[in-house]
């Protein structure tokens, strides 16, 4: 234990003896830097100063994160004149990296922000731990151009923007993807409406839609979050049309619990469950047995976002190598609806310990990094060690890519491309072109989010009582062990709770406000 601490106390030691040895010299050396280069153009002074040595905190998803002299790295810092010194934490373990980071006001230059409508990150920044960086964006055309309008939008904090959001296609979210193959055999074309919906989970729970001669099938499966309905959200929201928490009626908004819509989602599932369209265990499904369960066949239908159809048609077709790959059919709409993303995943923020003119390099050198020279690195990596050049064609090497942590580059800067979330390279040519038809059928009855990034004093501390109070009751009347009307009861005494009152009223300021 003794060890331990001194380990810990001597790790933290170093980590501040480095940051105030490197940050007071660049700090002097940048400023001397600007004041030499006044009236210089901004492309001459980059090409001309040292490299920017800029600290960077993100996180990573591959089994072991990029090192520190990965050679893509090394190119992205030739061409953006830095030098940089990334501290990549497990995405696991990056939320308690980031709260104790916040804490001891040692932050790097530039960090991610997972929840960037989280209270902490709301009070650190409306504190002044970080650069508002709404006033410089214009002068930087990739940053404002490849963001999306409604991502700079909903990230604001008082009109501020205290962080440069991480694009993603607002369209393609996670939506319903059906069998194809499956609706040919019970008969079925694909399900417009509710109830057509209804009608295809029957008959793939009842006719046999595998071919296996067994009643071993589902209509669809799914797995719930212990304050939500997870990805079995979609079920409420082709009822309810409403994409989050909250609907907007005439410029007020209403907590979907509300909604007579909501009783009929919640009457609809448990309806599904009585029949045996849903798996039994479904309560306590993880996502990872979720997928197993599609894969091994015994369902229909699972939430999932287009693009991520590569791993379940790899699995189809080493089963069956006649299976092909439309066989994944993404869902246009039901009942018109469709949920849209926000446009964006988490944000980058610039600690305001970092002089103004150093806070510009970084935006630059972001903006740079976005440019497609820079960001084909993090799509195929370096010629001769991740690719190679035949005819004329990029060949990637996937184990290479994989083990160098290539992608990972992507949390630190991201270029979204429009159809990313739908459509990925390595899908066939017909079917690139099928799945980006759907996507633009979809972007007609797509709903944002507007709940997203309005803040309720009385929500931090409520929010996440009342979601698991919520969530708690939608379970049991689905698995049957509470009726419908209990439903009715919890809504009716919802009515009066005087927490539910002033979140109501604080989200509806928060929204009039934006």
Known sequence: MKKSALLIFGLLLIMVLAACSGGGSEETSTNEEAESNEGATEETVVQDEDP???????HFFSPTPPSSDNLVLQEIEKVTNTK????WVSANNYADRFNVILASGNLPDLMLVPDPFSPVFKRAAEQGAFWDVSPYIDDYPNLKEGIADIAWELTQIDGANYGIPRPRPSEGETFFIIRKDWLDNVGLEMPTTSDELYEVMKAFANEDPNNSGKDDTYGMVGYVNPEDM?????????FTGVNGEWKEENGELTHVAFLPETRDALEYLANAYADGLIPEDFASLQVSQVKDMFKAGRAGIINEKAGAMQEYYDHFSQVDPDFEFTNLMPVTSINDYNPAGPGFAGANVISKSVPEV???????????WMEDDVFSLHRHGIEGVHHTVENGEIVIDTEKMTSDAVGDHNQIVYVSDPYASSVKPTFPEDVQQLYKEI?????????ANISLGLFSETGVNYLPELRKDIQDLKTVIIL?????????????KLKENPQMQALTAEINESYSNR
Request: net charge negative; no cysteine.
């Open 84 to 87: 940089l010194n990334v501290e």
């Open 480 to 492: 049957g062990r509470e009726p419908i009307t209990a439903w009715d009861a919890f809504v009716e």
């Open 358 to 368: 150093k806070m510009k390099q970084i935006l630059q050198m972001m903006d740079r």
């Open 230 to 238: 997870g990805d079995m959200g979609s079920y409420e929201g082709m």
């Open 52 to 58: 920017t040595e800029v600290r960077i905190m993100s």
């Open 439 to 447: 996507q633009d059928e979809r972007e007609n009855t797509s709903v």
